[in-house]
């Protein structure tokens, strides 16, 4: 069976108008708002929000990542 990237699924959601992809991007942002500005008062760079049961991993302000609870954020630039 033929396997789909997760990339190539957003790009199907967002060309197909099958989801408005930029719509719940925002919604995303908004709702890790307030995780941000807590971050940014103690002078966060890189840390993680927990909300809705998931990990949203946050890198200079972009979330790089979303985690299931158990799984753990690796920190980019680390040597495996």
Same mark, same amino acid.
């Given at each position: ?8 699924l957003?790009r199907?959601?967002? @060309?197909? %108008?099958? #989801? $408005? ?11 890790? &708002?307030? /995780?941000?500005?807590?971050?940014? @008062?103690? %002078?966060? #760079? $890189? ?11 946050? &890198?200079? /302000? ?19």
């Amino acid at each position: 069976m033929i396997r789909v990237t997760d990339h190539a699924l957003v790009r199907f959601l967002q @060309r197909s %108008g099958a #989801a $408005d992809v930029e719509q719940l991007r925002g919604t995303i942002a908004a709702g890790l &708002e307030r /995780g941000r500005l807590a971050a940014e @008062r103690i %002078g966060l #760079a $890189d840390y993680v929000i927990v909300a809705d049961g998931l990990k949203f991993v946050v &890198e200079t /302000g972009v979330v790089v990542t979303v985690l299931d609870p158990g799984m753990r954020a690796r920190r980019r630039g680390r040597r495996r």
